[in-house]
């Protein structure tokens, strides 16, 4: 079971809130709204993803790869690779 099951709904509220950002950030452009206003709120929309990331990021941490590092083996290596890669990922963007 994925360990983001536990927080669905958490999950798809913080997305839907994201949803809403970016669509008021098309309503800013196609408004011709003030762009140093539209980078404020680009800044807010990346912010939310970022902070939706790191609690997925978590999750993952806390229940699969916790998980799979007691088990042991060459699953548990996968897992922690997995998750590194993950990590370069976010850290990059």
């Known amino acids: ?3 983001h099951i536990q927080s669905k709904k958490g999950h798809l509220t ?3 809130r994201v949803e809403g ?3 008021g950030l098309q309503r800013m452009v196609e408004e011709d709204t003030y762009c140093i206003d539209i980078l404020t709120q680009v ?3 990346t912010s939310a993803l970022k902070s ?3 609690a997925l990021l978590e ?3 806390a229940h699969c790869v916790a998980e799979a590092t007691r088990e ?3 699953e548990a290596a996968a897992k922690v690779k997995e998750a590194g890669d993950a990590i370069a990922r976010l850290v990059r963007a």
Request: no cysteine; proline share 5%; hydrophobic share 45%.
């Open 1 to 3: 079971m994925a360990g």
């Open 14 to 16: 913080r997305l839907r």
């Open 21 to 23: 950002q970016i669509r």
């Open 43 to 45: 800044s807010a929309a």
């Open 52 to 54: 939706f990331s790191l």
């Open 59 to 61: 999750e993952q941490l």
């Open 72 to 74: 042991g083996g060459p």
